[in-house]
Each structure stands twice: as C-alpha cells, then as structure tokens.
C-alpha cells in the first residue's frame, strides 16, 4: 500500500514550457486535491475532484488545468509555466466522508525560470 | 467561509504540554475540525479530528468547547521530533466552494 505518490518529485521548467503532475492513490478514494505551497506559508487549493470524471475549481486556479479520467489517478498540468508558479506542489486523497481526514503526498518542487 | 487563526509560532522545551488554539468563528453545522502536522519538505499528516467535546488518539487530544468557535489541540510531553508546523483545518472543500482554507499555521519549536 504505497498510499498517495506524485510523479515527479522536482522538476525545472523554462517560463511558457508546459509539463503535467501526477498525482496516484491506491486506497481507493473518491476525492483528490491538489494544492501549492509557497515559502512559508500554507497550502493552497488549486483545484479538487469528488469522483472519477469530475473536477472543479479551488482557490488558484488560474494557469492550471486538471482531470480525473480514473479513480486512481488525478493529473495537474501547466500550459504555459510563469515564474509565479514556482512553488511545492501536494496531492491528497479522502474518503466520501463528512470527516474528509486528506491523505497526502510527498510534494513536487517545481521551478519556473 | 470557516477561515481559521492560530498563533504564527510557539516555543515549548521538551516533557512540556503543549496546547495550540484555533479561532474558527464562522464554523458551520456539519464542519469537521482537523489538525495537520507537517515536517520540512514532506506532505502534512493527518493528526486528529473531532466534532466537538474531547477527542484522545495515541498521539494527541483535542478540546472543542460547546459554541465550537475555537479548537485546542494538546500534545503532551512533546519532544523535539515534534517540531513541525501544525494546521487547523474547518470544513470540506466540497462546501465551501472550492476555499478550502489551511491557514499558515503554527510553527512550534521545541527545545532541548
């Protein structure tokens, strides 16, 4: 049970450059999130997913888009990167629960020059 | 919008109890309270949730008075693996509108 994985782990881009996060749970939950964390300070919605084949918008969304085509898997891409986007990247996974008790990753540094 | 406040820092020496307190003033009905613990470089972890009262894992416990406006999360006899960066979180992102709000959380230092 590997729990919630991210592919890569640091990547650097060149600014307008595109790429795609991976982001894979094995523990069977309906919700995944992804967020940014910039230097000292919190985390940060970018956007979240209740179900397989569905998303929506967190609190960043601007720059990023996302999809959920299978349950397991929750994907964040980067069309045009912009130095503003240079920050650690956390997936997470919940239960359909009222608790929502988010299971996360190990973060991906991203670097836009 | 359940937005969250806790003290920016605290300092605590080792053996010591710690209790950590959230303002949660616009907290709704069916909101959960959670705390995320998070180390340098790694993802937060999950810590304890509650809905009000008391509630005791093996690692901490959490005190939510009857009004639910606030949270206290108590860590007894911390020691110095336990300096990390610990986050209130009220709510679902699912009812709010996709604001799911970690706040910046409370960097506790604990000294030998």
């Known amino acids: 049970n590997a729990g919630v994985t991210q592919t890569p782990k640091f990547r650097v881009l060149k600014t307008g450059q595109s790429m795609t996060l991976l982001c894979a749970q094995d523990?069977?939950?309906?919700?995944m999130y992804w967020y940014r964390q910039d230097p000292g300070m919190g985390l940060r919605l970018i956007h979240y997913?209740?179900?397989?084949?569905?998303?929506a918008k967190g609190e960043v969304p601007d720059g990023y888009n996302v999809s959920r085509l299978k349950k397991q898997n929750f994907l964040l891409g980067l069309e045009s990167a912009a130095p503003s986007q240079t920050s650690v990247y956390f997936c997470?996974?919940?239960?359909?629960?009222?608790?929502?008790?988010?299971?996360f990753g190990p973060g991906t540094r991203l670097t836009v020059l | 919008l359940a937005k969250t406040t806790q003290p920016i820092s605290m300092d605590s020496y080792e053996g010591q109890e710690v209790n950590i307190t959230c303002s949660h003033n616009?907290?709704?009905?069916?909101?959960?309270i959670t705390w995320y613990q998070q180390f340098p470089s790694q993802g937060p972890r999950f810590i304890i949730q509650?809905?009000?009262t008391k509630v005791t894992n093996e690692v901490a416990s959490l005190f939510i008075p009857a009004d639910r406006k606030s949270s206290t999360l108590s860590l007894p006899r911390v020691s110095l693996s336990d300096t990390a960066v610990y986050y209130c979180?009220?709510?679902?992102?699912?009812?709010?509108?996709?604001?799911?709000?970690f706040g910046q959380g409370t960097e506790l230092s604990v000294k030998p």
């Open positions: 616009n907290i709704a009905t069916n909101d959960y």
């Open positions: 997470a996974s919940s239960y359909s629960t009222h608790g929502d008790t988010q299971y």
């Open positions: 523990m069977n939950h309906e919700y």
């Open positions: 979180l009220v709510g679902v992102a699912w009812n709010q509108g996709g604001k799911l709000i």
């Open positions: 509650g809905y009000k």
């Open positions: 997913s209740v179900g397989e084949g569905t998303t």
